[in-house]
């Protein structure tokens, strides 16, 4: 079973964090302040990762990243109620891996979590492809930007995966309807535009900068970072 330190001064939300750690599988221990954060980590050597809030008394959160990342680079999630892009970068430039502002759904705080343990651990994905921000997870037909799930239909998954795959290539319109449709679909041809163009909406910033139309042609995947 693996560890999870939660450290929050606030005791409703450590409790929450807890119950849901724990119905996913997992150990949680918890911290009022980032002092016994950092000794709870000392302690625990074997701890898989680390959801800390930012505001805490003794130690707050991102000296406590600052320490750890001294000697770890065990995955660290701030969960805080601090949500200017200043305090964002602060997090980052302390060694954070991830962001989650106040208030949150338990269940993509989960499923974040899940992303980050798997990533760092030898079960990390086994079948994925990457560009740039952005992860496909084959097993899981799954998709994350920064580590965010994107949820995608059934098209749009495969649209994006057949682009991912060859970055830089065009694909017209009659080979993405040939290969995610069927060589037997009768329908309009410009069912590819708007699913491509939904796919860019849900991909938001990533899809606007990555994810090129090639007029009178068709879409590819541009990625140059």
């Known amino acids: 079973m693996k560890k999870i330190i939660v450290a929050d001064d606030e005791a409703r939300i450590r409790r929450l964090v807890c119950d849901f750690l724990r119905k996913e599988g997992y150990e949680p221990l918890e911290a009022d302040d980032g002092d016994v954060a950092l000794e709870l980590f000392r302690q625990n050597p074997d701890t898989a ?15 406590l990243c600052r320490e750890i990342r001294k000697t770890s680079g065990v995955p660290v999630i701030f969960l805080t109620a601090r949500s200017q892009e200043f305090d964002e970068l602060m997090g980052f430039e302390a060694g954070a891996d991830d962001y989650v502002t106040k208030p949150f759904s338990p269940a993509v705080l989960m499923k974040r979590v899940e992303l980050l343990i798997r990533r760092t651990s030898g079960n990390a994905f086994k079948n994925c492809k990457t560009a740039g921000s952005l992860t496909i997870d084959e097993d899981a037909h799954e998709v994350f930007i920064d580590n965010r799930p994107i949820g995608l239909a059934l098209k749009e998954y495969n649209i994006l995966l057949k682009l991912v795959s060859m970055p830089g290539r065009v694909f017209t319109r009659e080979q993405l309807l040939d290969d995610i449709w069927g060589y037997d679909y009768v329908g309009d041809i410009r069912t590819v535009d708007s699913h491509v163009a939904r796919l860019r909406t849900k991909l938001g910033e990533w899809g606007n ?9 068709g879409y590819k995947i541009e990625v140059n970072e």
């Open 49 to 63: 990762l680390l959801i800390v809030d930012i505001m805490m008394p003794n130690m707050d959160g991102w000296a």
């Open 209 to 217: 900068k990555h994810l090129k139309t090639v007029y009178g042609t």
